[in-house]
C-alpha cells in the first residue's frame, strides 16, 4: 500500500531557478510546492503526496518565524490518521539546524525527513529530484520511525543530530559527526546501519515559540576579551563558544566567561574545528562551563535555546542534554 506523506516546503535551491542550465547565479525558493509536486510527478514514486507551503526563502533567512510555522504544520500532519510521514524540503545552508531543533521538539513516532539539494531546478546535474525521491522512500518505510528526524542529501541518510553541511558545493555536500550516515538509500532501495535509536518516542522538550538569545562567539589567535564583549548582546541568556582545538580560548576570556556564568549566562564550549569533539575538562566544574561534545557551535546554540526555553538551567542537566543524542 503507498504511503501518504506531506511535503511541507520551505524553499531553498530545491525549489531555485537560475533561469540557465549552467550558470553561477540563481534564486532560492522560486518554485511553489503545487508546481514541484506536478515536477515529481512523473517519476512514478510509489506514495500519495500532499504539499503546505511554509515558506518560499533562502534559507539564509530561516528563523523562529517559519520554524513556528513549520512546527505547527507538521505537528498537525503528523496527528492526522492518514498521514504516515513528513517530508520537509529546505535551502542547504541552515538545513542542519532547522532538523536537529525539529529533532529536539517532534515526537519520532512516524517518519520526519528533510531534503535540499546543492543545484536549482533547471541547473545540469540538478540533485533536487534524486534527493526528493530518495526522500520519499526514507519517509514511506515504516522502520524509518523511532530514529527523529532525518535528513537525505547525496543517497546519505543522516541523523539531525550528527548532520552538517561541510561543502558549499557539489552534491555530496553533508556530513554526519560523530556518526556517519546512519543509512544508504536511493529510490529503490534503503539500508539501515542499525536498528531505531530512540527509547522515548515522545518529543525530547516541548517547544517554544520564543526562544531566549543565545551568542555565538568565535575565537581566533589574538583575540581579546573587548572582542568577545562586542560579540555578546545585553540580554543574552547563553554564550556557545567556538572555541579554538578543543574548545579552548585564552585565559583572560576564560575569566570574564566564568564571570559571566556567575552571573546567570549558561557559557557551552565548543570548538571551531570542523570535526570537533569537545569533552569536559578538569576547570569546566570550577568555572560552571558546559562542554558541547559532538555538537558543532551552530546546533550547541539550538540546543541551549531549547534548554533555556524549558526552564533547564543547571550546568549538570544542560550537559547531560549536550551528552545524549
Ligand atoms: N542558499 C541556499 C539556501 O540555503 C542554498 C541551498 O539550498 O543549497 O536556501
Known amino acids: ?32 510546492i503545487d508546481a514541484y ?16 507551503q511554509i ?25 492526522d490518521e492518514a498521514c504516515d510521514g513528513v517530508i520537509v524540503t529546505h535551502g542547504t545552508d541552515t538545513l542542519e539546524e532547522t532538523a536537529f531543533l525539529l529533532d529536539l521538539t517532534i515526537p519520532a513516532r ?53 548532520v ?7 552534491a555530496d555536500a553533508f556530513r554526519g559527526f560523530p556518526r556517519g550516515s546512519v543509512g544508504l538509500v536511493t529510490p529503490a532501495a534503503l539500508d539501515w546501519f542499525g536498528a531505531p535509536w530512540r527509547r522515548d518516542l515522545g518529543a525530547m522538550f516541548e517547544w ?19 572582542d568577545v564583549v562586542r560579540q555578546i548582546g545585553e540580554d543574552t541568556q547563553g554564550v556557545v563558544i567556538a572555541g579554538v582545538g578543543e574548545g579552548n580560548m585564552p585565559e583572560p ?11 546567570g549566562v549558561v557559557v557551552v564550549r565548543a570548538s571551531r574545528a570542523d570535526e570537533g569533539l569537545v569533552d569536559r575538562e578538569a576547570d569546566d566544574d570550577a568555572n560552571g562551563f ?28 544542560i550537559q547531560r542534554a549536550f551528552d545524549g543524542r
Open 1 to 32: 500500500m503507498s504511503a501518504h506523506l506531506t511535503v511541507l516546503a520551505t524553499g531553498g535551491t530545491i525549489a531555485g531557478i537560475a533561469g540557465s542550465a549552467i550558470g553561477h547565479e540563481y534564486n532560492a525558493g522560486e518554485i511553489g
Open 37 to 52: 509536486l506536478e515536477k515529481v510527478g512523473g517519476l512514478g514514486l510509489s506514495a500519495v503526496l500532499s504539499g503546505k
Open 55 to 79: 515558506a518560499n526563502i533562502d534559507s539564509a533567512d530561516m528563523g523562529p518565524p517559519v520554524w513556528n510555522a513549520l512546527y505547527f504544520a507538521m505537528r498537525a500532519a503528523l496527528a
Open 110 to 162: 512516524k517518519p520526519v525527513v528533510v531534503v535540499g539539494a546543492m543545484r536549482p531546478a533547471d541547473a545540469v546535474g540538478y540533485d533536487g529530484l534524486r534527493n526528493f525521491a530518495n526522500a520519499v522512500r526514507v519517509a514511506s518505510d515504516g522502520d524509518a520511525a523511532g530514529r527523529g528526524v532525518l535528513v537525505v542529501m547525496g543517497d546519505r541518510v543522516f541523523a539531525a543530530r550528527d
Open 164 to 170: 552538517r553541511k561541510v561543502r558549499t558545493r557539489g
Open 208 to 226: 517554544h515559540d520564543d526562544l531566549p538569545p543565545v551568542a555565538v562567539v568565535y575565537l581566533y589567535a589574538g583575540v581579546v576579551v573587548d
Open 253 to 263: 576570556v576564560r575569566r570574564y566567561l566564568a564571570d559571566l556564568k556567575a552571573h
Open 290 to 317: 558546559v562542554a558541547a561534545r559532538a555538537l558543532n557551535p551552530q546546533k550547541a546554540r539550538i540546543l541551549l535555546q531549547v534548554l533555556l526555553a524549558n526552564a533547564i538551567r543547571a550546568p549538570e542537566d
